[in-house]
Every structure is written in C-alpha cells, then in structure tokens.
C-alpha cells in the first residue's frame, strides 16, 4: 500500500474538514461498502451535485487519502490554491473554464495517470461539472483516459475503477442525510488487456459502461421534465425497498427507486407515462388551490390515527423554552450567515452548503469566543466554558426544534382549512387515493419486469 505523501498539514487540514463535514451532514450511509478496495491503485468516479463537498465526503466513504481533479480557476486565489495542493488536488483545464489552455489538461490527466500508478488513490467526477439536475450528465473520457495510462505506467498490477454515488437528501439543508452508493467495480487492467490493440475503441466502451454504472447508484432521471414531480410522486408512490436498504436514507433510496421506474415507463411508453403525469399535476394544481400539500397527513392518516400523530407532533414542540432560548442566543450569527453566504453562491444551490460552512466558522466560532468572555466577566472561568461549549449543542436542538414546529403549524393550518369543508375534504382524499392506486398498479407493473429488485416493504 502506497503511503500517503501529502505533507502534515495537509493531511491535518483533510481530517478536520472531514469532521466538519460529519457536522453538517451528521448522517452518512454507504451501501455496497465491500466493493471498496481498501488499498491500491483506484479511480474512483462520482457525479457532483455539491461542490467542493462531494471530493469530502469521498474521502469520508473510501477512508483514504484521494486526490482530485479540480477546475483550473479555483487554483489562482492564494489561499484557496495552496489549501488544495496541501491535500494532493490537481488542476483540470477546461474548455468551458478557457479555451486556451485546455491542452494542459492532458499534462494534469498524465500527473493523475503517474500518481494512480504508484498505487494512490485518485478521484474524478466525469460529468466536468458540478450541477443541480437531477440526472447524470454525458460523460466524458477523461476517467477513461486516467485508467488507461495508469495501466501502462503499473506493469500489470490491478488498476480499479469505482462508480460512487452521491444522493443527498436536502444538499442545502444544515442536519441533513447523505445516501452515498458504491457502484459496480471495473478492472481497467483487465479492460485494457481484453482490448488490446484498439485502445481507442476500449477508451470509448469504457466510457460509455461508467456512464451506465454511474448512472445505476444515482438518483437519475433520463428526462429531466419528471423532476418537478419527484417530490409528489415520493408521497404517491407505494413504499418498496431494495435489498440494500438503510432506514436512515430511505427517502432518498425511494427517490431513486422512482426515477428508475419512471425513466422504464416513459421509454416503454411514453404515451401512458404522458397521461400519469397530466393526473398528477392536475392533482398538485386542486391542492394548491385548497391551499394543501401533497405530502399533508390528512391524506395518510385519518380518524383517532391523524389525531394521536398530530398530538404526538404537537408534544415535541409545545415545551419550547430551551429553543427559544437558543433562538437568542444564535440569531445575530445565524442571521449574518443567511445575509452574507449567498452573496458568494454561485448559480443554483451547488455551493449553498460550501459557503455557509465558509461563512458560517469564523461567524459563529468568534460568536462563541465573545460570548465566553462575556461570561467570564460576570462568572467564573468553569460556568463560561461549560456554558459555552453546551451552546453548540443547545444550537443543534433549536435548529430541529423550530422543523418539527414547522411540520406541526403547517398541519394544523391545513387541517383548519378543511375541518369545516368535508365535501371538499372528501374530493380531495378520493382522488388523492385514485392516482395513489394508478402509480401503485404501475410500481407492481415495474417490480414485475424486474422480479427481486424489490420486495414489499413490512
């Protein structure tokens, strides 16, 4: 096993963005972990829906130093360029980016070929892009490439190439879940050598099976005009899990078990898949004007059931003072990172998550420290550390807090509206239950053609 030959600071900097990111992303799951390999010479691919968090949490799932190609522009600032050589990141010149460099990335594509070569681990997302759709975009044949000098440059030692799959739950959303997937593993040195002598014909085909193997751990829609209607078919769509189902990222492995079914019916018949979507939006369109959610309780549950969760929701919000009391403590920070952040966003929500940790650190970090010499002033120096270090996690509790006050004031407020309306109530909940019926007849339609993928959930 190769050694790790980034220098200490940069192999100190990996470990505390890693923690960092645990932080805001508390929940990480990987599924297929045993197609990792644990030492060697590996590629490994990913989509890249989240900037420069995606090569993070990489680094989180393979526990391994992996270098990454990096878009060239994000080397010319000081500080941000020497932090990314210290954890091994090298630049990628692209076309998009300046089109007269673009053949220097054939010199970057070779360094990354020469350091895969030598065993360490490298990373690369072959979209070229970090993007907010939901679907895999072309990719390109710089992967491919990396594998095929790597595999001259290692004198016959295994070369391997691992598809990794990022599906976020709410990428913006601070606490949110990640589902990270390990795809199936290619031997690029067995490749190479099944295509001897037409290596550009091995290069393409293997271009096009990592699109195809990437696109399998992804949330992918094959046309991206179904996107707007994930989130209601998520709250319409029967619950079936897959064998690797992890209870912690079940929303976001049911998301992809639809999009699947989805790209199936509307390339078996895009007619039919046509007239579903019609019904749907007809239905989203009668809730909205009713002012009603989709996902509202009032269409799973009824009767004692919908009274005893509300109830139960209602709980968990009504002894508010600890939140209120974080709410004080953490609104003058809280409302700079909220002002300041996007300012620095890019288009689409790709670096949301980014520059609210970037702004949010020295915020909420220099929050704290004045906050302990506040308390140390009128208190003791034991009462203003305990204090203060209790704040975080009194911070953590209010963030969920106020979600679940959310959920509750929305459910209420919907059920007010209906509560004195039962023939609309009753309209609503009938075709709510017919479209459920019509996906769920397609859901059975779908788990036929491709018996074992799913069994019914308990």
């Known amino acids: 096993m190769a050694a790790d030959p980034s220098p200490f600071f940069g192999t100190q900097l990996r470990r505390l963005i890693r923690r960092l990111i645990r932080v805001y992303y508390p929940v990480i799951r990987v599924t297929n972990a045993e197609r990792l390999p644990r030492e060697g010479a590996t590629l490994y691919i990913a989509n890249h829906p989240n900037s420069l968090i995606d090569p993070v ?9 992996v270098r990454f190609m990096a878009k060239a522009p994000l080397f010319k600032g000081r500080v941000l360029g020497a932090l990314l050589r210290s954890v091994g990141m090298i630049p990628a010149y692209r076309a998009s980016d300046d089109r007269s460099s673009v053949r220097r990335n054939v010199e970057s594509l070779g360094v990354a070929a020469e350091n895969l070569a030598k065993g360490l681990p490298m990373g690369i997302f072959p979209e070229g892009k970090s993007h907010d759709l ?11 490439r990396i594998a095929q000098q790597a595999v001259e440059l290692a004198g016959g030692k295994p070369v391997w190439i691992v598809p990794l799959g990022i599906n976020y739950e709410e990428k913006p959303r601070f606490r949110s879940r990640v589902w990270v997937a390990v795809g199936e593993t290619v031997d690029a040195t067995a490749w190479f050598a099944e295509h001897a002598g037409n290596e550009k014909q091995a290069m393409r085909q293997l271009t096009l099976t990592l699109d195809e193997r ?18 209601d078919l998520e709250w319409l769509a029967p619950v079936y899990a897959s064998a690797d189902k992890v209870r912690a990222v079940s929303r976001v492995q049911r998301r992809k078990n639809i999009a699947e079914a989805i790209n199936y019916f509307e390339s078996k018949n895009p007619e039919r898949a046509e007239a579903v979507t019609a019904r749907v939006a007809a239905h989203h369109e009668a809730l909205g004007q009713a002012g009603v959610r989709i996902s509202s309780p009032v269409f799973q549950h009824t009767g004692m059931a919908l009274f005893l969760r509300m109830a139960l929701k209602f709980w968990r919000v009504l002894f508010g003072v600890p939140a209120l009391v974080g709410t004080l403590l953490h609104l003058v920070p809280f409302a700079l990172v909220r002002l300041i952040a996007p300012r620095f966003e890019g288009v689409g929500r790709t670096t949301t998550s980014l520059y609210r940790i970037l702004v949010g650190l020295p915020f909420y970090g220099a929050w704290y420290v004045a906050a302990w010499f506040a308390l140390r002033h009128y208190t003791d120096t034991t009462i203003a550390t305990v204090s203060v270090v209790a704040m975080p996690l009194l911070g953590i509790f209010t963030f969920h807090y106020w979600i679940n006050a959310g959920v509750v004031w929305r459910s209420l407020r919907e059920e007010a509206k209906l509560m004195f309306n039962a023939s609309l109530l009753a309209g609503l909940r009938e075709e709510n239950q017919a479209v459920k019926t019509e996906i769920a007849g397609l859901g059975d339609e779908y788990r036929e053609a491709f018996p074992g993928k799913f069994t019914a959930q308990p």
Do not use: C, S
């Open 57 to 65: 949490l990489i680094g989180i799932t393979t526990q391994r130093p």
């Open 214 to 231: 990437l696109k399998a751990v992804v949330v992918h829609l094959d046309d991206a005009r179904w996107e707007p209607l994930l989130d």
């Open 134 to 144: 939901t679907q895999v975009e072309q990719v390109k044949t710089g992967a491919a």
